[in-house]
C-alpha cells in the first residue's frame, strides 16, 4: 500500500508511521528527516531549507518535490510507503498524482493546545536522534543512550510552534478535503493512547 499520513506538527505522524511501517514492512519516507540531515550535512538544499524551517515556515515545493521524487524511485519503494511530511500543500497533491498512486490518507487528529503542549516540550540528541519529554525527564538534561546533551530544536520553541500551526491550518488543512473528494481519507483521534491509535490506524489499513 502507498499511504500518506496527514496531521498538524506533533500530531504523532512519525510515530504511529514507524510502526505502520514495521506491521506493513513498507519503508517511512519522511521529508523532515531527510531535511533535517541536509542540513547537518550543510547541502547547499539544506542550508535553504533551513532558514525555512527556523522561521517555522514551510520548504519550497521545488525542493521537496525534487527529494521525494528520487525517494519514491529507489528499491524499496516497489512494494508500497507510507509518505510523513509530504504533501503539505494541495499544489504538492497534485504534484505527487503525477508521480505516484496513492492507496488511502490517514488523518490524525489533535487539537491545537495539545500540540503546543507537546512540541514545545520536546528535547532531542543531536548525536543519537533520540527524543524526550520533559515531563518525563523528571530534570535530566542528557541523553539516557548516549549521555550528550539534550538541546529543545528552534522548530520546537513556543513561538515557532505558533507559527507552524498558522501554517498547517492555511496551508495543509484545506488536503482533508482534497483526500476526502477522492474517497482516500481515513480520520483518527490521535490525542489518546498510543497503542488504541496505531490498532485504530492498521484497522482502517486492513478493510
Same mark, same amino acid.
Given at each position: 500500500? /502507498?499511504?500518506?499520513?496527514?496531521?498538524?506538527?506533533?500530531?504523532?505522524?512519525?510515530?504511529?508511521?514507524?510502526?505502520?511501517?514495521?506491521?506493513?514492512?513498507?519503508?517511512?519516507?519522511?521529508?523532515?528527516?531527510?531535511?533535517? #540531515?541536509?542540513?547537518?550535512?550543510?547541502?547547499?538544499?539544506?542550508?535553504?531549507?533551513?532558514a525555512?524551517?527556523?522561521?517555522?515556515?514551510?520548504?519550497?515545493?521545488?525542493?521537496?518535490?525534487?527529494i521525494v521524487?528520487?525517494?519514491l524511485?529507489?528499491?524499496?519503494?516497489a512494494?508500497?510507503?507510507?509518505?510523513?511530511?509530504?504533501? #503539505?500543500?494541495?499544489?504538492?497533491?497534485?504534484?505527487?498524482?503525477?508521480?505516484?498512486?496513492?492507496?488511502?490518507?490517514?488523518?490524525?487528529?489533535?487539537?491545537?493546545e495539545?500540540?503546543i503542549?507537546r512540541?514545545?516540550? #520536546?528535547?532531542?540528541?543531536?548525536?543519537?536522534?533520540?527524543?524526550?519529554?520533559?515531563?518525563?525527564?523528571?530534570?535530566?538534561?542528557?541523553?539516557? /543512550?548516549?549521555?550528550?546533551?539534550?538541546?529543545?530544536?528552534?522548530?520546537?520553541?513556543?513561538?515557532?510552534?505558533?507559527?507552524?500551526?498558522?501554517?498547517?491550518h492555511?496551508?495543509?488543512?484545506?488536503?482533508?478535503d482534497?483526500?476526502?473528494?477522492?474517497?482516500?481519507?481515513?480520520?483518527?483521534?490521535g490525542?489518546?493512547?498510543?497503542?488504541?491509535?496505531?490498532?485504530?490506524?492498521?484497522?482502517?489499513?486492513?478493510?
Amino acid at each position: 500500500m /502507498n499511504i500518506i499520513f496527514l496531521g498538524p506538527p506533533g500530531a504523532g505522524k512519525g510515530t504511529q508511521a514507524q510502526r505502520i511501517c514495521a506491521a506493513l514492512n513498507i519503508p517511512q519516507i519522511s521529508t523532515g528527516d531527510m531535511l533535517r #540531515r541536509a542540513i547537518a550535512d550543510q547541502t547547499p538544499t539544506g542550508l535553504k531549507a533551513k532558514a525555512y524551517m527556523d522561521a517555522g515556515g514551510l520548504v519550497p515545493d521545488d525542493v521537496i518535490i525534487d527529494i521525494v521524487k528520487e525517494r519514491l524511485q529507489a528499491p524499496d519503494c516497489a512494494g508500497g510507503y507510507i509518505l510523513d511530511g509530504f504533501p #503539505r500543500t494541495v499544489p504538492q497533491a497534485e504534484a505527487l498524482e503525477g508521480i505516484a498512486t496513492i492507496d488511502k490518507v490517514v488523518e490524525l487528529d489533535v487539537a491545537d493546545e495539545k500540540l503546543i503542549q507537546r512540541i514545545s516540550g #520536546r528535547r532531542v540528541c543531536l548525536k543519537c536522534g533520540a527524543t524526550y519529554h520533559v515531563s518525563l525527564l523528571n530534570g535530566a538534561t542528557t541523553c539516557a /543512550n548516549c549521555g550528550e546533551p539534550l538541546i529543545q530544536r528552534e522548530d520546537d520553541k513556543a513561538e515557532t510552534v505558533l507559527n507552524r500551526l498558522k501554517s498547517y491550518h492555511s496551508k495543509t488543512a484545506p488536503l482533508v478535503d482534497f483526500y476526502q473528494a477522492r474517497g482516500k481519507l481515513v480520520k483518527i483521534d490521535g490525542a489518546g493512547d498510543m497503542d488504541a491509535i496505531f490498532a485504530a490506524i492498521l484497522k482502517e489499513l486492513q478493510a
